[in-house]
């Protein structure tokens, strides 16, 4: 288990936290959409962090080729009709190139700066020419709005408890999620990023912004600062 990560419920738990069977039960939410508004038609997709695969098979179903990466062999046995890589993003060097790289789950925010250096310098390196990078950030309020709830359509609820900082500009943030017949929690460190936080940390990596896809610019598309502007 990484320091300052833990996971508490049923089934398998991986090292930042995260509950097998639990993400298995969590719906997808939007982001396909998003992402599919974002990028060509039919594109190959470097999916970063992939989970048991609630992203892989929604974007499967809309006609990408995904290659998704994870460093838990537990969540890759969940993926279906993906090829599947075990792999800690910030070591994986493929020697290929992809028309879309795709870092979710918040993991931007990862409270190790070099290891987000590195995630990020990882993203980079597989983007092929003309290609993207597509990433999702934390909403602006997601450290300041708590403790707060949501009850699921389909029964369950989810909760961030608390976030509390623990030095050098990192957070604590516990979370639980409560169904009918089982209860989990995840407690892992995030580093809130300002806009222009964001922003300095990807230009360490040769990044820049090309546009924020959604309002609350909790999603983004980046590319890297050589290519010709568009925006």
């Given at each position: ?20 069977e639990l ?37 499967l179903?809309r ?10 062999a537990?969540?890759?046995e ?15 060097a ?29 993203c ?7 290609g ?25 609820t ?5 976030t ?6 990192v ?11 089982a209860a ?19 230009a ?22 050589t ?5």
């Open positions: 288990m990484r320091e300052g990560h833990k996971g508490t419920g049923p089934g398998a738990i991986t090292p930042d936290g995260c509950a097998v993400y298995s039960r969590l719906p997808v939410g939007n982001e396909p959409e998003v992402i599919a508004e974002a990028v060509p038609p039919g594109a190959h997709i470097l999916e970063l962090g992939s989970g048991v695969g609630r992203m892989t098979h929604a974007l179903e006609g990408f080729t995904v290659t998704a990466v994870d460093e838990s537990e969540m890759l969940r993926v279906r009709g993906a090829r599947t890589l075990c792999s800690p993003i910030e070591d994986l493929l020697g290929e190139t992809f028309d879309v790289v795709l870092l979710a789950s918040f993991l931007v925010h990862n409270g190790d700066v070099e290891l987000r250096r590195r995630m990020l310098r990882a980079a390196r597989h983007m092929a020419k003309g993207c990078l597509l990433i999702q950030r934390e909403g602006e309020d997601y450290h300041s709005n708590v403790p707060r709830e949501r009850v699921d359509p389909s029964g369950f989810i909760r961030i408890v608390s509390e900082p623990v030095g050098d500009g957070h604590s943030v516990r979370a639980e999620y409560d169904f009918p017949d989990w929690t995840q407690t892992f460190r995030s580093r809130p990023l300002t806009k222009d936080q964001f922003e300095e940390a990807l360490e990596a040769g990044l820049r912004v090309e546009r924020y896809l959604t309002e609350d610019r909790i999603w983004v598309k980046a590319v890297p600062v290519e010709e502007r568009t925006d």
